[in-house]
């Protein structure tokens, strides 16, 4: 028995069991003129929009990358690299209290604490896998103490998969707020443990400096200066 959309319902027994079969009507056959009267109708559409943008060649969204690096525009909001953030002094808020690293849902970040001069919880190092981030973004938002960013800094590319492993912090001590209570700049500077992105235990014991060499490219997270590695 046919429906009004063409659509066929055959109630039968297989095994005893009750099945409906449901048969679909087959395509209408078109005529030869509609066939090419189609295909021309869909030609154009594609030329329209071939020809809109060779006459405004502005508004072309492909990007000329790698000539266009001067001028290139990276969306405020694009999530290429996490990074701590840092004031002028070149210190930062992270406590090491890990709530990102147990909040993080494939396990990329691996906060490792010490304890510091005072007696305090200090950072030691903050590792970031990079290679197995999805940039979800739940660190950065989770954080209590607004330590971390996103930059839109995204040329990373390496030819070793390892080199994707950072280490974000520049050194491991207390943080800015525990910076502000000592007057003293050489006091400062000395509880200040210099850390390198590349340093070991990341990425699995590549030290900084043998990283680098033929065939190898070494891409520095935004935190660090190309000189500190
Ligand atoms: S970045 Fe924030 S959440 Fe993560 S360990 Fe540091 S202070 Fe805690
Ligand atoms: S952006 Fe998401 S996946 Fe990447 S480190 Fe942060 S919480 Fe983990």
């Given at each position: 028995m046919f429906n009004r959309q063409g659509i066929k319902q055959q109630q039968v027994k297989v095994g005893g069991k009750q099945l409906t079969i449901i048969q679909a009507p087959r395509p209408q056959r078109t005529s030869q003129v509609a066939t090419v009267w189609g295909a021309l109708c869909s030609l154009w559409n594609g030329m329209r929009v071939t020809w809109r943008y060779f006459s405004r060649?502005?508004?072309?969204?492909?990007q000329q990358y790698p000539e266009n690096r001067e001028h290139l525009k990276i969306p405020?909001?694009?999530?290429?690299q996490l990074r701590l953030k840092y004031d002028e002094n070149g210190e930062?808020?992270?406590?090491?209290?890990k709530i990102c690293d147990v909040q993080c849902p494939n396990a990329s970040i691996e906060v490792i604490d010490m304890r510091g001069e005072s007696g305090k919880k200090e950072i030691d190092r903050f590792v970031?896998?990079?290679?197995?981030?999805?940039?979800?973004n739940i660190c950065v938002m989770v954080c209590p103490f607004d330590a971390l960013e996103m930059s839109?800094?995204?040329?990373?590319?390496?030819?070793?998969?390892?080199?994707?492993?950072?280490?974000?912090?520049?050194y491991a001590g207390p943080t800015k707020k525990a910076f502000?209570?000592?007057?003293s700049s050489a006091d400062r500077e000395r509880l200040k443990v210099g850390r390198q992105p590349?340093?070991?235990p990341t990425p699995l014991g590549i030290a900084a400096g043998v990283a680098?060499?033929?065939?190898v490219s070494v891409a520095p997270p935004s935190t660090m200066k190309k000189d500190d590695i």
């Open positions: 060649p502005s508004s072309i969204v492909t405020e909001r694009f999530r290429a930062h808020n992270c406590t090491g209290c970031w896998r990079m290679d197995i981030c999805t940039f979800c839109n800094e995204f040329e990373s590319s390496v030819y070793d998969k390892r080199l994707l492993t950072y280490q974000l912090n520049r502000e209570k000592i007057e590349f340093e070991a680098s060499g033929p065939g």
